[in-house]
């Protein structure tokens, strides 16, 4: 499944059984509490079964303690009236009040079979009976079962005749995991026109989705439309900034984190971070990129220099690539040599590499890239790349194909790879 950086998406229903405190015994039915949320279904409601007064007795006291939270009682009063009744309905009940046991402790699956149990029971009423399978769609959505919680959904709207923003909201979830980002933004748009109070964290889903699916001016639409209903909220300012960056809008991201560090609202390394990695990237976008890494520089020298960001392999390197596009390049030496011993990966190897092969150093620079490849690097080919290129200046042609071929095998560095593979007669 994709994932969209700076999105984080979450389960948008709560799981909510609708559970009664008080059971009502089949011989006194009270017409005024018969079942009014879903008029239109076509569902004949079945009738009750419960005639015993131990057994509601004891459904009373299983509910009532599942709303308390002591799930101990609950659970065996519960699975006592499972085991001994004779009443569907109080069977099925008891299977409602164990599946939120079952939830509530992170036992996704149990839940849900025990949920399917309550349905195939038959003897719900239609209020009980279209709660636990809406419910259901939320716990196969809470198991990862997308595709079967979207089938649930949409077979609870269609037998119950009701549509719910909330349920849109479900629906968008399953959608956007599923990776039908369409579907998903018509779902979240869907279910905001169904109320006066949209759930903020739809707007989360709505903006993956435009994310994930390419949608850049949407995603910022959306991201400042939220900033501005919330101009006080961390949260909002955090997503818009995303949304920009995202969305390559580098300088209008950087205004936004520079009016909010204007504020004192500018806290916390991950911030930081990003404040010159915004600089840094709109320095790569720019006919003279000097000025903008040099912010970059200085933004990352104010945070270690105040102990907000901590000299970590990754930020030792952000300034090392920042320093060197700012043109000091022994600067850039430095923060990557201090980077080396922290790394986990091979990372500041490969940017020592670069730079070793920038001054003709060829041996050093193939030494270098080696140990990055053996630690490992997030783009492989490149680092390929750069082997091929030493073993080209130390005349080592079959080395040089070896690991050009390589190269062609990434997708980041494929097509050169390809084109210099055929220019030495080895495609």
Known sequence: MKHVRGFTILACAAFVLGLASSPVLAKHPDKSKQSTEYPDTTREAPKLDLTSPKDQKQLQEGLEAVNKGDMTTAESTLQGVLDSSKSKYAQATALRGLALIKYRGGDYKGAIALLQKALANGVLPNDDYFGVEYTLAVAQQADGQ???????????????????????????????????????????????????????QWNQILMASYAASGQGDQLVQVAQQNLAAHPDDPKAM?????????????????????????KGQLSGEANYVLLASLYYNQALSSDDPKPMANKAVATIQDGLGKGIMKPSAENEVLLGKAEYVAGDMQAARQAFDKALPLATDGEPA???????????????????????????????????????????????????????????QQPESAAHAKELLKKLGAS
């Open 350 to 408: 490969l940017q020592i590499a670069n730079l070793e092969l920038s001054n003709g150093k060829y041996s050093q620079a193939k030494a270098m890239i080696n140990t990055a490849i053996s630690k490992g690097v997030k783009q492989m080919g490149n680092a390929y790349l750069v082997l091929a290129e030493s073993e080209r200046g130390l005349h080592n042609k079959a080395a040089q194909i070896a690991a050009l071929k390589k190269a062609a």
């Open 238 to 262: 955090e997503t818009a900034i995303q949304a920009l960056q995202q969305a390559q809008k580098y300088p209008e991201a950087i205004k936004l984190m520079e009016g909010a560090r204007a």
């Open 146 to 200: 997308y595709q079967a919680s979207l089938d649930t959904l949409k077979k609870w709207r269609a037998e119950g005749k009701k549509e719910t923003a909330e349920s849109y909201a479900v629906e968008s979830n399953d959608l956007y995991r599923l990776e039908k980002y369409p579907e998903a933004i018509t779902a979240v748009k869907k279910a905001q026109s169904l109320t006066d109070k949209p759930d903020p």
